[in-house]
């Protein structure tokens, strides 16, 4: 979906009218962020923020909105309403960059200049997933997010921008600096277009490339479900060091599970946690280190530090660090699962 000037107005518009509706008296504290368009709900995302002179904007909730412009989903309003009490109440925080235990840590940064810095061989398990550029590369007609003419005769393909998180990183580059710092199991989400292009990254790099793997959802989102058959999947590809050992026994490389509704997700492209924990539990043992540079929500360091693992993962947004920033700690206080 493109992010022409009058459809940005139009989400704009509805969501400052749920402001205004909702919060009369404290019209003034609230702002949002610019409309990111988020293909797995087909349905733009709207960031609401504190609007405080001098102080930064906190994140207070996210507005869904349809691409006929009416709200799918908002913040609770008492919830918003607590927090910008608290906010009240609270000096300004120094701005965080890292967040970290005993035995795990989320970044702030770039993660392959990250990584670069790491000792070859360091890490047992790769197990990311980077912005494959949905919005300019790879849209071939299976990729989301993709539309159909009035007629169904033929595709559109979407040249609109989804989001900063969204630049496509280039394969050859990304895995050039973090794959020889791999000594173990490397899995990658990719574009279903990119399976053949990674195998054989992974092949020049000294890599087994085992093959693709594959999520099927069991909740895809129906886009142009009455001309052609929904596309229900995403594509992983794996490899391994020769001799890697395997945890797993007759394992399908089919792995059926639920995507993260849009209340539960705080990232566009939020991977399930017990997907996740799957691969964990498959390619790593306890005490091994995971590396995630493309951390996203982060659901690699959630579910690697719930299994024990030492894990490191890297954000170079700073709002959806701050938000996996916040997810980790939640999940440390009272082991909220999503
Ligand atoms: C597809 S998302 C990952 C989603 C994640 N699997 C989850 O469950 O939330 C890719 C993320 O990589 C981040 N990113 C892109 N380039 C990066 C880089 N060089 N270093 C660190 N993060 C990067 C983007 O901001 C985006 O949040």
Known sequence: ??????????????????IGRSFPEHR?????NQPIYSPDDNAWTVELVTNRNGSPSCPLGRVLVSGAATIISAPDVDG????LETGHREPAQPTIDRVAGEEWELCLGDGIEATAKLADGSVDLLLTDPPYGISRRYACENQIPRRLRR???????????FGDW??????????????PKVRGWAVTFCAQAQIGEYCDILTAHGFVAVGPMVWQKTNPVPFNHQHKPINAWEALVVGKRPGTAFNGRMVHNVFLVKSPSPQQ????TQKPLPLIGEFVDLFSGPGDLVLDP???????VVAARERGRHVVGYEMDPMIFKLAAERLSRCYDERLRI
């Open 294 to 300: 493309f951390a996203g929500s982060a659901t690699t």
């Open 1 to 18: 979906m493109i992010l022409t000037d009058a459809r940005k107005l139009a989400v704009r518009a509805v969501v400052n009218d749920w």
């Open 28 to 32: 003034s504290l609230l702002a949002h």
């Open 265 to 268: 997700r705080i990232h566009p």
């Open 166 to 179: 969204d630049a496509s990183v280039d394969p050859q580059a990304w895995t050039a600096v973090v794959l």
């Open 80 to 83: 918003v309403l607590d927090l």
């Open 151 to 161: 007629d169904g005769s033929d595709f559109i393909m979407p040249r609109g921008h």
